[in-house]
């Protein structure tokens, strides 16, 4: 099968030469034939020398990469980028483990699939397309996810409602596409918590900060700990595990904080030392007083385009100078990024002026970032989006 193709203005190759998996709608000189959004096309140089093959979608980035080899996107392919991605996490100590069953078994560009997201939660894959392509692809992405990962996956569930361009009008709706379960208590390092894939942030749980999260739990004994931006509690039940004199999860969302009771639950029932709170962040850093000598900061992305980053910035700084004002001297403050448009430059900036503010002696005890099962491509550094410092307040 001959894919329809895509040739470049000259030089505008070069960044596909270094593999990097995006192609912008500019770098394009014309296009044989009309594909479909999603469809997959091959593409050329403007001496028709082949580059690339990878799924077509209207908006600024025109193709997704999915190979550098001119080769057919079919059943065996999705088998072997799957196995690739699923050998990765046993390489490194995360699948197969008797105390997890939580992981993120694919990162797009991380693992050479722009556009797709899937995340392990006990027998159940939940996953999520960030292009048209994926979105269409889905079916055999699932066919392919069972061959290659049946061992550790009894169900799928798709969840794109939410991460799909609007205008394609895919009408992606979320639901089981293979299997089907009720149960939707996973466990990460030993503790237990419930998944919210139906009507949850991202996939559910936000799987990208178990090492910060058992990094914390290290620093946590006979602390008095604020969980700021909670969601469903993560950082609280490792605090607790690790010792916390009391743990105080807030979120301004009341779901968020029923799930983070219920999950403490799971963990310690009936244990006094945790409360939470429904209540937005910097109403409650404003009235509280200066009981906390930990705080972890982890707020959603304040930046989700360029145009948003010089508020964003805004909004770093002031929340982290709230942190530095209120913590207790010889307190700990994990605080976070997860905006990708934001660097690691603008973000330590914005930290470094919050803490200069506050005039108080802080030292970088941790530069943290995504774990191993969110790889970074070496061709793609855009896909480092989690950005994390721990420092001491003297």
């Known amino acids: 099968m001959s894919y329809k193709k895509v040739y470049l203005k000259p030089g505008k190759e070069e960044s596909l030469r270094r593999f990097h998996p995006w192609i912008f709608s500019g770098a394009i000189h014309h296009i044989e034939g009309e594909p479909e959004e999603g469809e997959v096309v091959s593409v050329y140089t403007s001496q ?25 996107i079919d059943h065996a392919f999705w088998v072997r980028k799957l196995r690739s991605a699923y050998a990765l996490r046993r390489a490194i100590g995360i699948a197969g483990r008797p105390d997890n069953n939580t992981f993120r078994l694919v990162h797009g560009e991380g693992d050479n699939l ?23 692809s889905r079916m055999d992405i699932a066919d392919a996810l069972l061959e290659v990962a049946g061992d550790v996956v009894q169900n799928i569930y798709y969840k794109s409602e939410t991460t799909l361009p609007y205008k394609a009008e895919l009408d992606a709706e979320n639901g089981f596409i293979r299997g089907g379960s009720a149960d939707n208590v996973a466990m990460e390092y030993g503790l237990k918590f419930h998944v919210d894939w139906l009507k949850g942030q991202k996939t559910g749980f936000f799987v990208d900060q178990r090492e910060n999260r058992a990094l914390l739990e290290r620093y946590a004994r006979d602390r008095s700990v604020l969980n700021m931006f909670c969601y469903t509690g993560g950082f609280s039940f490792y605090a607790m595990r690790g010792g916390a004199r009391l743990v ?59 145009d948003a980053l010089r508020n964003a910035l805004q909004g770093y700084r002031k929340l982290n100078a709230k942190a530095f ?66 420092l001491y307040v003297e």
């Open 114 to 136: 722009p556009g797709l997201v899937i995340d392990l939660y006990a027998g159940t894959a939940v996953m999520q397309a960030h292009s048209v392509g994926m979105h269409v």
């Open 48 to 72: 028709r020398e082949f580059v690339a093959v990878g799924h077509f979608q209207v908006g600024s980035i025109a193709v997704r990469v999915l190979s550098f080899q001119d080769e057919l």
């Open 248 to 306: 105080h999860s807030v979120d301004s969302s009341a779901k968020a904080i029923d799930l983070t009771n219920e999950n403490v639950q799971l963990n310690f029932p009936g244990d006094p030392r945790h409360q939470a709170f429904a209540e937005d962040a910097f109403k409650y850093l404003d009235r509280m007083g200066d009981q906390y000598d930990l705080i972890i900061l982890d707020p959603p992305a304040f930046a989700k385009h360029k």
């Open 325 to 390: 004002e209120k913590i207790r001297p010889g307190g700990i403050l994990f605080t976070f990024s997860c905006s990708q448009v934001v660097t690691k430059e603008n973000f330590r900036t914005a930290v470094f002026t919050a803490a200069a503010l506050s005039g108080r002696s802080v030292r970088i005890l941790h530069q943290l970032t995504q774990p191993a099962d969110h790889p970074v491509n070496i061709y793609h550094p855009e896909g480092e989006y989690l950005k994390g410092l721990v």
